[in-house]
């Protein structure tokens, strides 16, 4: 059976916004700012210029791409978000989350901390609970994800969550990989909700 196609227009980028982040990981971040720039598709991010989220925003704005901020009023005066970038202001983390993922077709997710994992583990659950069919792409220099794609596999071992969970998403180690990853997920695994 064929695979559906699938549109791609915009990618949501999960990352840190620490600013002592390491240059390498805000190098990384930006080469795929420049990246999606120089593909035509849209970055959609947390809003913040700082760490590895205003690294990656202000290279793909630079190079001439679409970008869109979503940032709760909170944390503007935290994050400062960036003038020339079209950023939207909301009232929660929740309305931020939300609107990230309506507006995206698929997600990279980067090395960051707590926020950036809470954010991961959301997306991939709501894929669990088969509300979205949209790919999720791990970036994972020097095994940064390695020991959550352990957790997974104990939980997949203690039949915590059935085998066909880890088609849910994909690792890549080299920061170009991400877009053809993205586009090379099937469209049309788990349209309902996968196991018990």
């Known amino acids: 059976m064929p695979t559906l196609s699938r549109r791609l227009d915009s990618v949501c980028v999960y990352c840190g916004s620490s600013p002592q982040a390491d240059p390498v990981l805000l190098d990384a971040a930006a080469a795929l700012g420049l990246r999606l720039a120089g593909e035509g598709l849209r970055l959609v991010y947390g809003g913040g210029g700082v760490g590895l989220m205003g690294a990656c925003a202000r290279a793909s704005h630079d190079a001439g791409g679409r970008v869109l901020g979503v940032i709760p009023h909170f944390l503007t005066a935290h994050e400062h978000p960036l003038g020339d970038i079209e950023t939207v202001v909301v009232t929660s983390m929740h309305e931020r989350k939300m609107r990230m993922f309506e507006e995206a077709d698929a997600f990279a997710v980067l090395p960051g901390g707590i926020g950036t994992l809470e954010e991961a583990i959301e997306l991939l659950s709501w894929r669990r609970l088969g509300l979205h069919v949209k ?62």
């Open 135 to 196: 790919p999720i792409v791990f970036y994972n220099p020097g095994g940064f994800w390695s020991q959550l794609f352990d957790l997974f596999s104990q939980m997949t071992d203690r039949a915590l969550i059935p085998p066909e969970f880890a088609a849910c998403w994909r690792a890549v180690d080299d920061i170009a990989g991400i877009i053809p990853t993205l586009r090379e997920m099937p469209a049309d695994v788990f349209t309902t909700p996968i196991g018990p």
